[in-house]
């Protein structure tokens, strides 16, 4: 696993002052990564990836992103555009909006989202993300400042999805239904599950050592709260005593 030492950078925006139609100042900004761009486990973010362009109004923090893809504070925090990742990092993209939607007061941040599924291929829900550093917003009086995206990227600079998204408020805890064991397999049985949510079956084989997911299913998206979900565990050669617990999100 490749560890990650580089530093949650990697924005670049630039805008130029435009007047439509109707009189009204409009900024045209362009966002891009430099990358290649990282999940948490150390593999290049995939083509088709998901960005998030977010704008934090005055003096507001980013505070992340829910596994539905929902903001935990959509009150200060408002997504202004959605790019995609190519060929590891997010694609040069233009936005166009109007000067009094995003006050120049508010701050930028590009978050890179990590929504592969089971599978391995992306467009599930948020697994984990990773944010820039807030960067100042694009002057509405300002004729261009092209210059921005120079100080803000460099070689290096990278953003990485180390941040294990939390569940949706409310989120009951699962429950598992029930265990069984066939031919040193095992298959666990769970419900109570809500919509929205991704769930970690995770094992350990002493009470009182950490638990470690197990390499089936992680993470298992869910979306029929109704009906239980089973997953089969394949054997361990002389392990003959597991336990096993589901959790949301992944401690």
Not at 3 to 19: D, R
Not at 64 to 91: E, H, S, W, Y
Not at 197 to 214: F, K, P, R
Not at 216 to 238: M, R, T, Y
């Amino acid at each position: 696993m490749k560890k990650l030492f580089s530093m949650v950078l990697g924005l670049a925006i630039a805008a130029g002052l435009a007047f439509g139609d109707d009189g009204l100042a409009h900024l045209t900004m362009t966002i891009s990564t430099p990358g290649p761009d990282y999940y948490k486990d150390g593999t290049k973010v995939q083509d088709g990836e998901t960005y998030l362009l977010v704008y934090l109004k005055t003096n507001a923090l980013f505070r992340g992103v829910l596994m539905n893809r929902t903001l935990v504070d959509p009150a200060n925090n408002v997504i202004a555009a959605v790019g995609q990742a190519k060929n590891g990092a997010c694609a040069f993209q233009p936005i166009q909006f109007s000067t009094n939607l995003y006050p120049s007061t508010g701050k930028w941040v590009i978050d890179l989202l990590d929504t592969r599924t089971a599978d391995g291929t992306v467009g599930g829900l948020v697994v984990g993300n990773g944010a820039s550093q807030p960067a100042s917003s694009p002057s509405a009086t300002a004729p261009s400042i092209t210059d921005y995206a120079a100080t803000m990227t460099g070689a290096g600079a990278t953003l990485a999805s180390t941040v294990i998204a939390p569940p949706l408020p409310g989120t009951p805890a699962p429950i598992i239904t029930s265990i069984t064991q066939k031919d040193g397999a095992t298959t666990v049985s769970f419900n109570n599950l809500a919509n929205g949510n991704n769930y970690y079956l995770q094992e350990v084989t002493t009470v009182g050592n950490s638990w470690t997911a197990t390499a089936i299913v992680n993470p298992i998206p869910c979306f029929d709260s109704a009906a239980a979900i089973s997953v089969e565990v394949p054997a361990v050669p002389g392990q003959t005593t597991r336990f096993f617990r589901i959790v949301t999100p992944l401690p």
